[in-house]
């Protein structure tokens, strides 16, 4: 139930009672307790979507090497760092994390997603045997303190020509935290 109206039925009991209901107190009672709501609730919206510009060359890979998003569309919270490619958590709170990730004609890569340096999700896109495209995503939900970091890389095996990022698919890393 809406709390002026149980602070309303209650002036209203009183009133009824023979107790004198004085409407500016009501209506501070109401904005504290407003104020108290707001407070308690989580803090600030923080959302991020980043991908890359270019294909990646299969040749500027190396064992766990950062994938850098390099155009960043949205950042609420400022947790994205576009020189290092990690998510840093402005704040404690449980995150989605989702990642996509396109192979492209007889390529193929790991995609691991790495919390403070340990792997919590991993992934494969695989065209290694064909000509055509194999796209690979993860969602992962994270419990995170303040100042971990989140961030994508290649795994240990890849091999072929590129990563695709183009008009038909994107390489991209977003997150946002839960309310």
């Keep these: 139930m809406n709390i002026f109206f149980v602070l309303l039925l209650l002036c209203l009991h009183t009133a009824f009672c023979d107790e004198s209901c004085d409407r500016k107190e009501m209506e501070d009672t109401i904005c504290s307790l407003c104020a108290q709501r707001k407070g308690n609730q989580a803090g600030q919206q923080i959302a991020f979507f980043a991908y890359m510009s270019k294909n990646v060359a299969i040749k500027t ?3 766990y090497k950062t994938f850098v998003y390099d155009r960043l569309e949205t950042n609420t919270g400022n947790g994205y ?10 704040e404690s709170g449980h995150y989605v994390f989702h990642t996509s990730t396109t192979a492209y004609d007889k390529s193929y890569s790991i995609i691991e997603i790495v919390k ?10 695989d065209a290694n045997d064909h000509n ?5 995503s993860t969602m992962t939900i994270l419990s995170l303190a303040k100042g971990d970091t989140v961030l994508v890389r290649a795994g240990a095996y890849y091999s072929g020509h590129y990563l695709e990022t183009s008009q038909y698919t ?8 839960l309310a």
């Design 61 to 63: 890979l190396s064992k």
């Design 81 to 90: 760092d576009i020189k290092s490619g990690k998510f840093t958590a402005p």
């Design 116 to 125: 403070n340096n340990k792997l919590v999700d991993v992934a494969l896109a």
């Design 132 to 136: 055509d495209r194999a796209a690979a």
């Design 170 to 177: 994107r390489m991209s890393f977003s997150g946002f935290k």
